[in-house]
């Protein structure tokens, strides 16, 4: 059975989302220099977790 992972709209969407609800958590709930902190954790997921999961896919 193949991997939901092998899809690149799974591999992409599933950061994607958590990385708009980190952001938008940082845009309206924090202040200052936590901010940009959290805004650096949501690019990092958008970039970095896709990989992982296509990893993932071809190990599985």
């Known amino acids: 059975m193949p991997s939901p992972f092998e899809n690149p709209i799974v591999r992409y969407g599933l950061p994607l989302v958590s990385a708009t609800i980190v952001a938008a958590v940082a845009l309206f709930l924090l202040e200052g220099a936590i901010r940009y ?24």
């Open 37 to 60: 902190v959290a805004l650096g954790i949501a690019a990092l997921e958008v970039v970095v977790v896709p990989q992982i999961l296509k990893q993932a896919a071809t190990n599985a």
